[in-house]
């Protein structure tokens, strides 16, 4: 089993559409949470993190992190074709320390 | 200063050949790391530098890669005896080491994509 377990996709949507995206994790000694954003042929690009448990919210995305379950969630409401990209989970222990990735789920929003 | 940059962009070379990246981090970020993303998976970790100490290396990086910062400054990458199993994007990323919490953001290079004939 992989630390962080995240569904590839491909996920396509029309556009306004409220995107669900989430990651399951085993290794109880994370405590950051983050969110990448990496278009096709560039590097991630940081949208959110979040610092143990809760929720964080940021124009039209919001994070979610329940530690209790190992699950984190990602939802974009009034999605926009722009959104389109594939969107990264990833988790460390420490706010200095390397980043383990989930696969990324590949969003498409159809205008 | 534009962000991570990361030199060269492509790189094509045959089995057994011998390649070396560059990435320059943000000025005055004094962590660097490199991930390396194969096709349909997210970033795996390689390792990462403080200054120029090396202070982790994954059990990904075989004894055929090799990683320096010599002045704390830019890093290279280097694979001896490159294998069609490298074939992939060498991502470097930086981060300024603010103290923990709170979350120092890594900063992305565009990637240097490798591929091994």
């Known amino acids: 089993q992989k630390e962080v377990e995240q569904d590839p996709g491909p996920l396509s949507v029309p556009e306004g559409a409220i995107v669900s995206l989430n990651c399951t994790y085993s290794?109880?000694?994370?405590?950051?949470f983050m969110w990448y954003r990496q278009y096709s042929r560039k590097g991630p690009e940081l949208l959110m993190y979040t610092y143990s448990s809760g929720n964080k919210e940021d124009g039209r995305f919001t994070a979610q992190v329940d530690k209790s379950s190992k699950y984190i969630s990602l939802f974009i409401r009034d999605s926009q074709p722009s959104d389109s990209a594939t969107y990264l989970c990833?988790?460390?222990?420490?706010?200095?320390?390397?980043?383990?990735f989930g696969k990324g789920t590949r969003l498409s929003v159809i205008a | 200063d534009t962000g991570v940059s990361q030199n060269p962009r492509h790189k094509i070379t045959k089995r057994g050949q011998n390649v070396t990246f560059r990435c320059d981090p943000i000025?005055?970020?004094?962590?660097l790391y490199w991930y390396r993303q194969t096709l349909g998976q997210g970033p795996e970790f390689l390792t990462y530098?403080?200054?120029?100490?090396?202070?982790?290396k994954s059990r990904l990086l075989s004894d055929r890669f090799s990683a320096e910062r010599p002045k704390g400054s830019f890093s290279t990458l280097e694979i001896q005896r490159t294998e069609q199993g490298d074939s992939a994007m060498y991502l470097c990323?930086?981060?300024?080491?603010?103290?923990?919490?709170?979350?120092?953001?890594?900063?992305f290079g565009p990637g240097t994509r490798l591929t091994v004939l």
């Open positions: 990323a930086s981060s300024r080491d603010r103290g923990d919490p709170p979350y120092n953001e890594q900063f």
């Open positions: 990833a988790m460390s222990g420490g706010g200095n320390t390397p980043l383990v």
């Open positions: 530098f403080q200054n120029e100490a090396q202070l982790e």
């Open positions: 290794n109880s000694a994370f405590q950051y």
């Open positions: 000025s005055e970020h004094n962590r």
